[in-house]
């Protein structure tokens, strides 16, 4: 005789719908921010934790149904690889047991004053989104990189609101003297950023413009070198 794992999970009734319609998508590839919001790991009951708790809920696709509403921050799948991606994760070493309330707690303060901070991460309309995502890197996937970086290098510093203050101050380079987020900004351009045919620069998210966001913040915070 031999024994097989059981694993037993709880949808509500647009859960079923989507996992069911994944599962028979005909061969086609399975959509990774669904997957990972449906898991039932650790990790992913915690992402959705802290989705829920935070000024982030309702501003951050799921991908349960249809496409992703333009007028959203971020996608499950971004902000779960910025914080547990094997490869570049911010907490991609934790384990499961460290997950504690303590560290929700911490995370989710974390990501509302940077939301009360930051025009740009709140929930807005499409207009609206796509004027930010035009003039400025604060609510980018590779700031998301950072942002969950940040987070880990100040996790027991009681100063850390002070610290991430600067990501909203005024940041001179050159002639430039502005938003340090600004994709006008000089000191992101051909780091992040390329000009398009337009003439507007735009951010370019890749696994290497998202080491280099947070090696630049964690100078610019003083938090250190990001080297791995």
């Known amino acids: 005789s031999f024994y097989l794992p059981l694993s037993i999970s709880f949808y509500t009734l647009e859960e079923e719908q989507a996992l069911f319609s994944e599962i028979n998508g005909n ?9 990972l919001y449906m898991s039932n790991s650790a990790r992913s009951k915690f992402v959705k934790s802290l989705i829920e ?25 971004t902000l779960y690889d910025s914080l547990f991606c094997k ?94 987020l600004s994709l006008n900004n000089p000191f992101w351009h051909m780091r992040v950023c390329y000009q398009g045919t337009d003439g507007r ?6 696994n290497r413009t998202r080491n280099i966001v947070k090696n630049e913040m964690l100078s610019i915070l003083r938090l250190g070198k990001y080297d791995e």
């Open 53 to 77: 708790k935070s000024s982030l809920k309702g501003n951050v696709e799921l991908k349960l149904v249809g496409v992703r509403k333009k007028e959203q921050l971020t996608t499950f799948a």
């Open 87 to 180: 490869s570049n994760g911010a907490f991609k070493n934790i384990k499961d047991e460290e997950l504690t309330d303590e560290l929700l707690k911490y995370l989710v303060k974390f990501y509302d004053e940077l939301v009360s901070m930051r025009a740009e991460l709140k929930c807005v309309s499409e207009d609206e989104r796509e004027k930010f995502n035009k003039e400025s890197l604060a609510g980018s996937n590779i700031m998301f990189y950072a942002y969950a970086r940040i987070a880990k290098e100040l996790k027991d510093n009681k100063q850390w609101k002070k610290r991430i203050a600067k990501l909203n101050s005024n940041f001179a380079y050159g002639s430039y003297n502005g938003d340090l």
């Open 201 to 206: 620069f735009k951010v370019s998210d890749s």
């Open 27 to 35: 061969g086609q590839r399975a959509n990774k921010t669904r997957s």
